[in-house]
């Protein structure tokens, strides 16, 4: 009301004057006060406090939840698919509050594009990502990109796994254009088939020696068995 700047020194006086005010300290409980303000300096320390008390609640829940559902004998529900609801739920709770990137400058972005576009300048391919091996799908995306989302839809039977598991295993077998050599690490999951089945599939295309055959050791020709021997190798 009278427009002065309110603080521990100004209010001091006050303070210890108040016999109301002494009752819970007087300039003591002042100066715990001034002590205890949040201000806008640690205010990312103070986020990142609240998100992971926040965090911990939400597992105390999820884990009270699991328990008692554990415990409802439903036929419906296996224990299995407990189990999956209860692994979605915990990888959804590890997912919030992440973030990627990020504001950035517009001269920052201009001179990371001019890079990729050098990089691509430079080599045959004039690629700007990982090649798929096959020569059409790397001109129309310019090879597999790090921030691209590439969904392949298709009808049952049309192909999908064996195009997906050639353009994986083209990418691995490619180098990449420095002196160290080292090669794209691809990762394949599948929830249809096995590893095996997947490693057949692939030896076949690339051999030309039909899965079914090979699986059952069915092998015609030396000429047939050299193509299949020089796929491992190179593989490996």
């Known amino acids: 009301e009278r427009g002065q700047i309110a603080n521990p020194v100004t209010l001091k006086n006050l303070f210890d004057q108040d016999g109301a005010l002494s009752e819970i300290g007087g300039a003591t409980y002042l100066v715990q006060l001034a002590q205890s303000v949040v ?4 205010a ?3 986020g990142r406090t609240i998100h992971d008390l926040y965090l911990r609640r939400q597992l105390i829940d999820l884990g009270e939840i699991t328990v008692n559902e554990a415990y409802i004998h439903d036929t419906d529900v296996t224990a299995v698919q407990q189990i ?7 990888f959804a709770l590890a997912e919030t509050g992440q973030t990627e990137g990020g504001p950035k400058d517009f001269k920052t972005i201009v001179t990371s594009a001019l890079n990729m576009a050098e990089a691509a300048y430079k080599r045959d391919s004039h690629l ?3 090649t798929t091996g096959l020569t059409d799908i790397d001109r129309k995306l310019g090879g597999l990109q790090p921030s691209d989302l590439i969904i392949l839809a298709g009808r049952p039977s049309m192909g999908k796994t064996a195009l997906a598991t050639n353009m994986g295993f083209n990418a691995a077998s490619a180098f990449k254009e420095n ?7 691809v990762a394949f999951f599948s929830m249809e088939m096995s590893s095996e089945q997947l490693a057949l599939r692939i030896m076949a295309e690339k051999s030309g020696v039909s899965s079914d055959r090979i699986r059952r050791g069915d092998i015609k020709t030396d000429e047939e068995f050299a193509r299949i021997v020089k796929f491992e190798e190179k593989s490996v």
């Open 39 to 42: 201000t806008v300096i640690n």
């Open 44 to 46: 990312e320390d103070y």
């Open 84 to 90: 999956e609801a209860a692994e979605g739920k915990l």
């Open 128 to 130: 700007t990502g990982v």
């Open 179 to 185: 002196d160290t050599g080292t090669r794209y690490k």
